[in-house]
């Protein structure tokens, strides 16, 4: 068994995280078990979760476990993705404790004071199944349940959408915008997925809506039965000059519904794939990864590289129903 | 309301003008050319959520799929008078484009463009004014079924389609009591309305087209 960490960061980039290598697809986790890479998933279609019996300032026990039952209800709402949960009940149990329950609550950590909440995992080091997840909410910081928001506070439910997230696998989503800030970090100026790994300023309840690309992403990860038939793939290789580049944001715009869906090219080809989607044209953008930190979604171990112009594919990509669209190859150049 | 009102005013005089529209015959079968026209979807944009809940955008897009050239084929049979009952089939392949524009990061505009095969396989009426004349005017109309591939068959968008026109038929020649009873050429320009295929914005579109064709008459 092994745990690791990952967690939604505050102004900058998390310092918490030890992330799992990114597998096969845009934003899932993968851990490499039994010599092979596999998505981190949940071998079971109903996960079982507690929440512990402590509020904080603003939030009572019943209050959180109401928004935390409303984000699981989000994830669990995805007509494309088979994952349910099951609240198992109230527990004094901790999150992060290796004791095979799947727990959710606070913990005061004013240390971690640019963490909001933080998921880790238990995963079984042969098959690379999930065995436990926990999330902690960084008490230090003030939180909201008030429908509306409330300014100054954090809103629980769309934090807890984004850990809930990566309770269910999901890694970080690179569609979203960020300005730096004078005295260092980043403020989110706009995002279009909750995976993306920095949390709206204080006030903001805009990230309690799952978006198409966390939609794809859960849909990858847990198809229903029809989905597989129903949806497709796209995929294609990001060159910079003729040689592949990892690590590039490649952004799918789907024209009919005006939707965004994010992926990287995630090896030394660089290529890469998008998921369960709907099937239609689609418009190619590539984008250097530069509006979080680079860690928030890979390891110090991979060079990404961010030298490049954002560019368009010349062409109009087709998913098709049940099928893949075919390698698109799209040639960025250099800054 | 036209077409009616044409068919009133004709109706005194069939059989007379069924003569005069040179040796009708039963059968017609025509090929020709057809230029379809664009038709246009609209912008859109890919936009990004602000804290507030607002719209960020990060590029913009207008769509259409262009003019193109068409082949169509056209079996007719006369059922009464100068009223023809038309089978036609046109294959046509155009561009889909999209432009994109005004990117957030200054990315440079480009059109990206696939083309479609598109089948239209339908049927309708032809009107030939009754007139004693080698150039004999027209009017017609119908629908059918709209057929577009994406990419060599990945992916079918299906829909319907109507076209309503009017134009013009010049007989090249005629024969009276031959198997083959006429040659000539027609031409016509219609409107053509799409509902379903290819349509970014969901809503039904018109198109002009403008054809021209070889007939013979049996």
């Known amino acids: ?56 300032a603003n939030v009572s026990v019943a209050d959180f476990q109401a928004a935390i039952g409303r984000a699981f209800g989000s994830w669990e709402a995805v007509p494309t993705a088979s994952i349910t949960y099951q609240f198992g009940g109230l527990t004094a149990a901790i999150p992060g404790r290796d004791d095979g329950l799947t727990t959710l609550g606070f913990q005061n950590r004013p240390d971690l004071d640019r ?15 999930l065995v436990e997840s926990d999330i902690f909410f960084n008490s230090a910081f003030p939180w909201s349940v008030a429908p509306g928001g409330e300014a100054n506070r954090f809103d629980l439910e769309s934090i807890a959408l984004h850990e809930i997230g990566h309770l269910s696998g999901l890694g970080h989503s690179a569609l979203g915008e960020t300005e730096l800030r004078a005295g260092g970090g980043r403020l989110v100026t706009a995002a279009e997925a909750v995976m ?12 309690r809506t799952l978006k198409a690309d966390d939609i794809a992403g859960i849909s990858d990860l847990y198809p229903t039965g029809d989905a597989t038939s129903v949806y497709g793939s796209l995929s294609g290789r990001v060159t910079k000059d003729g040689a592949p580049i990892f690590g590039a944001h490649v952004i799918a715009f789907d024209p009919v519904t005006q939707t965004v869906i994010g992926s990287f090219t995630l090896n030394a080809q660089g290529q890469f794939s998008i998921g369960a989607i709907p099937p239609g044209p689609r418009i190619l953008r590539v984008e250097p990864l530069d509006d979080a930190e680079i860690d928030s979604f890979f390891d110090g171990s991979r060079t990404v590289d961010i030298n490049f112009r954002v560019a368009f594919s010349d062409r109009i990509v087709i998913v098709p129903r049940g099928g893949d669209s075919g390698e698109v190859a799209i040639n960025v150049v250099a800054k | 309301m036209a077409l009616l009102a044409l068919v009133f005013l004709a109706s005194g005089s069939r059989d007379a003008a069924a003569q005069g529209v040179l040796e009708f015959g039963r059968l017609e079968i025509s090929a020709g050319a057809v230029w379809l026209g664009s038709r246009t979807f609209g912008s859109a944009s890919a936009t ?26 056209r079996v007719g049979v006369r059922v009464a008078g100068t009223l023809v009952v038309e089978a036609d089939a046109t294959f046509a392949r155009p561009e889909l484009r999209v432009t994109i524009a005004n990117d957030v990061e200054n990315a440079p505009s480009i059109t990206a463009v696939e083309r479609l095969q598109q089948y239209m396989i339908g049927g309708g009426a032809t009107w ?34 109507f076209q309503v026109g009017g134009g013009v038929l010049y007989l090249l020649s005629s024969h009276p009591g031959n198997r083959l009873k006429a040659t000539g050429i027609r031409a016509d320009v219609r409107a053509v309305i799409l509902n379903g295929g290819v349509s970014f914005d969901g809503d039904r579109h018109t198109a002009p087209a403008a054809a021209a064709s070889f007939f013979v008459r049996f």
């Open chain 1, 1 to 56: 068994m092994m745990r690791r960490w990952f967690g939604r960061a505050i102004a900058i980039a998390t310092v918490l995280a030890i992330q799992a290598q990114p597998a096969f697809a845009y934003l899932e986790f993968g851990v490499t078990a039994g010599g092979n890479q596999v998505k981190l998933k949940w071998p079971q279609a109903a996960v079982r979760y507690l929440v512990t019996n402590a509020g904080v």
């Open chain 1, 115 to 129: 963490v909001l909440a933080a998921t880790s995992f238990v995963v079984d080091a042969a098959t690379g199944a």
């Open chain 1, 196 to 207: 993306f790994p920095i949390a709206y300023a204080v006030g903001s309840i805009a990230g």
């Open chain 2, 48 to 73: 990004e959520t602000t804290p507030s809940g607002g719209s960020f955008s990060l590029f913009n897009t207008s769509s259409e799929v262009g003019g193109a050239a068409a082949f169509d084929a």
């Open chain 2, 128 to 161: 030939y004014l009754p007139r004693p004349s080698r150039i004999v005017p027209f009017v017609t109309g119908g629908g059918g079924y709209l057929r577009q591939l994406h990419d060599r068959g990945l992916l079918v968008e299906t829909g319907t389609y």
